[in-house]
């Protein structure tokens, strides 16, 4: 037990380590990285170490309060707790009235956005009025045991007119207390708030990492694991929650409308392909605006030089170099221009299907022109 259980980005392991051997540890952190990279579970350990009851740098996983903490590893028991005790239908002033916070030790809170359910289902989960509200009163209680930790998941999801809450606590810090912001880029934060923290960022892990995570926490086959450890982008969460069959389908999906882009064979079929993947795939618009960049990337890793590249969809290497040799770098700048626009709009509603078909048919490429021999 201890921080050794955390694989990858030793360098930051290494400096949370450190300030808690040294004792210096600040008040504000901000652990920036993408979507399952470990933010949550670092942020969970070092709340571990800062009040392990035996250890003072790490953290022994067996006395009481790193047994209470560690009940955070799984946040859905404690957010399903957390909505039901505010009642099925709560209005808008109840959500704020009693927010949702998750504690399995006195002096650990993780805030995460919060997913108001029922009234309004279509609302983004975010940080709101009252959980912010409830860590500027409960930072300034005494720990009862070395320090409180207040854990703020989705940080980036704060309503920048709220960040006001956050700086009062940071300008008048509280003795032994830590705030540690979780985002997936430390930009999607006023800079007011970003500079602040003790800033740290997690990279994305190899493969190879995220694999030995897997055998070590799943009983996911051989064949799953590698695939899972190939499309989860470096992220061991991500790998750890997908659903393998649906996402290689969705990434081979996803390459056929770039195929059908590019040959233009007739728009029936090219339609075809962009409504099927608009509509069959029970996975948000976001996530397949993520699966086409990540092709595009290694279309464009792998028209730009000839030199053995590792991709990020090895499953699909086949393919892609098929592609790669009818594409050339215009063509896939203005694929990503053309997602750029639709990813802009995708908060204002549009027509999801239109707007695929409408970035599909812009790369079409124009019908080659005939030699002239074959003019005259
Ligand atoms: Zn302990």
Redesign the pocket.
């Known amino acids: 037990m201890g921080f050794s259980e955390f694989l990858g980005n030793g360098h930051v392991v290494a400096a949370l380590r450190g300030m808690l051997a040294a004792e210096r540890v600040p008040h504000a952190m901000l652990i920036s990285g993408p979507r399952g990279v470990g933010k949550f579970t670092l942020a969970r350990m070092f709340a571990?170490a800062a009040n392990?009851?035996?250890?003072r740098d790490d953290?022994?996983?067996?006395?009481d309060?790193?047994r209470r903490i560690a009940l955070l590893g799984d946040v859905r028991p404690l957010i399903e707790q957390g909505l039901a005790q505010r009642g099925e239908r709560p209005d808008a002033s109840t959500v704020e009235r009693i927010p949702l916070l998750l504690q399995t030790h006195p002096d650990v809170w993780a805030v995460v956005p919060d997913p108001v359910r029922a009234k309004d289902p279509v609302a983004r989960p975010m940080l709101r009025m009252g959980q912010l509200r409830a860590v500027q009163r409960a930072a300034y209680f005494k720990p009862q045991g070395r320090r409180r930790v207040f854990i703020l998941d989705g940080a980036e999801t704060m309503r920048w007119d709220l960040s006001g809450i956050f700086l009062k606590i940071l300008e008048e810090p509280p003795e032994s207390a830590t705030l540690i912001l979780l985002a997936p880029n430390p930009f999607l934060l006023q800079s007011t708030i970003r500079s602040r923290c003790l800033q740290f960022s997690l990279a994305p892990l190899p493969a190879e990492e995220v694999e030995e995570i897997l055998v070590r926490r799943t009983k996911m086959n051989a064949e799953d694991r590698k695939l899972a450890a190939q499309y989860c982008e470096g992220c061991p969460g991500a790998a750890m929650d997908m659903d393998v069959g649906a996402v290689a389908a969705l990434h081979r999906d996803a390459l056929t409308v770039l195929e059908r882009a590019v040959d233009l064979r007739g728009v029936a079929a090219l339609f075809a392909s962009t409504s099927a993947l608009a509509k069959s795939h029970e996975i948000a618009f976001e996530n397949v605006l993520e699966v086409f960049y990540s092709l595009l990337t290694d279309l464009l890793d792998l028209s730009s030089s000839s030199s053995k590249k590792t991709l990020r969809n090895p499953a699909l290497r086949r393919e892609l170099e098929n592609l790669s040799r009818k594409v050339d770098v215009a063509w896939i700048t203005k694929a990503v221009d053309g997602f750029d626009v639709l990813h802009s709009r995708m908060r204002r509603n549009i027509n999801r299907s239109l707007g695929l078909d409408a970035v599909a048919i812009s790369l079409a490429r124009p019908a080659p022109v005939p030699e002239k021999s074959e003019i005259r």
């Open positions: 571990q392990c009851e035996q250890l953290f022994c996983g067996e006395c309060a790193c």
